[in-house]
């Protein structure tokens, strides 16, 4: 039996990923921080570089109690209402401990709808009360099939819940900018980021 071992502990002197390995990395393209903002919107970069494209949103906290959302571009942004179908699902637990749920919201889903998509139920504006999550984005650029999305959150509002997210825009032209609102109200704080995964 031979025994082979690595000697050469210099991986600093690598520069360039070998053709062979796979890729998988989250490379960011862009974050905008909320301050009083009306809407966030991403109308650059999202292209046919990735075909996975993936929005944290971290700490929103809103001006009012409301709503965070979202709906998508296929003209650079000159409108967002493209035609999606989702679902919506959660569980909460409140901060006495005792009432909890898992249920799916049938209130919360849209279909063949225009509209803007909840992602976040109504967070308080009490000072300490915020919500996080991330959305993936899948081939945004395919020009065959509709735009799959997927988000998943979690906020604080009497309580915790987490949140589920899934659906489809129902187009198969090119996706290239999205948009994050409150249902109304100003978007009081908060960072969204943007990032491409390399496959």
Do not use: C
């Amino acid at each position: 039996m031979s025994v082979v071992s690595a000697n050469n502990n210099a991986l600093s002197a690598i520069t360039t990923k070998p053709s062979g390995l796979a890729g998988g990395g989250l490379n960011l393209i862009s974050t905008q921080t909320a301050s009083g903002s009306a809407t966030i919107s991403f109308t650059s970069g999202i292209d046919s570089t990735y075909k996975e494209y993936v929005f944290k949103f971290i700490n929103i906290h809103p001006a009012a109690a409301e709503h965070f959302q979202f709906q998508a571009s296929t003209d650079t942004g000159s409108n967002y209402g493209v035609t999606l179908t989702s679902t919506y699902f959660h569980a909460t637990q409140n901060e006495a401990g005792n009432s909890t749920s898992l249920s799916y919201v049938a209130g919360k889903d849209l279909a063949q709808s225009t509209s803007f998509l909840r992602l976040m139920d109504s967070t308080s504006t009490a000072n300490d009360e915020s919500g996080s999550g991330t959305l993936f984005l899948f081939s945004p650029s395919n020009t065959t099939f509709v735009k799959h999305f997927i988000s998943r959150t979690s906020q604080a509002a009497t309580g915790a819940k987490d949140g589920y997210v899934a659906g489809y825009f129902n187009t198969t032209s090119a996706i290239d900018a999205i948009q994050f609102k409150m249902s109304s109200g100003n978007i009081d704080s908060g960072v969204i980021k943007m990032y491409g995964i390399s496959k």
